[in-house]
């Protein structure tokens, strides 16, 4: 449990407001991207709330859907992907942002495939606000040493000496894993 109360949802608003401001957008951007964030609703009105990240391909995305399920099966949590926020956004970056701004946790589930989330684990990384709320559960794979590459090694790395990497091969490890997040 966090010691935290749940964010307002205006604060919330507003933040995002000032930082849609500081970026050179469009008026119908900005208030279509604050039209989706405010549909977000869950995310105010629980105690924690979960933004997960991974692979949108086909056997990934059910471990994915997996990892949201069991977040979302917690008494005040709510969990959900970056493909939940609607909206048609051009900047995938100040998406992630935005919505990692809001919530109490990031959650990341890693796996080797190309269309993994590397761009967000290097802005996990980039600032202490959303590398303290960052957890990555994280496969391994027996036949490979260093399956992942040198940059997110560094990520990996650095998670898990503030143990908030969590590691697992099977859906059975993934799900035990989850239950060890916060």
């Known amino acids: 449990m966090t010691d935290r109360s749940p964010p307002r949802q205006e604060d919330l608003l507003e933040s995002a407001s000032d930082r849609l401001a ?16 405010s549909e977000l609703t869950p995310i105010y009105e629980n105690e ?18 997996l990892v949201v399920d069991r977040l979302n099966r917690r008494p005040d949590a709510y969990a959900f992907r970056m ?14 942002c935005l919505v990692a701004d809001l919530v109490s946790h990031v959650v990341g589930v890693a796996e080797t495939d190309p269309s993994d989330f ?4 290097g802005l996990l990384v980039g600032t202490e606000e959303y590398f303290s709320k960052s957890y990555v559960l994280k496969r391994e794979y027996e ?25 697992w091969e099977t859906e059975a490890e993934l799900a035990e ?6």
């Open 48 to 65: 924690r709330t979960y933004f997960v990240l991974g692979n949108y391909d086909r056997e990934p995305i059910r471990r994915l859907n």
């Open 143 to 167: 036949a490979e040493e260093h399956p992942f590459g040198w940059m997110q090694d560094g990520v990996f790395d650095l998670l898990e000496e503030e143990g908030r990497l969590y590691r």
């Open 83 to 96: 493909v939940d926020v609607r909206g048609e956004w051009d900047n995938g970056i100040q998406k992630f």
């Open 22 to 37: 500081a970026d050179e957008i469009t008026l119908a951007d900005n208030e279509e991207i604050l039209q989706a964030l």
């Open 118 to 121: 590397l761009v967000e684990q």
């Open 177 to 182: 894993a989850v239950e060890r997040i916060p």
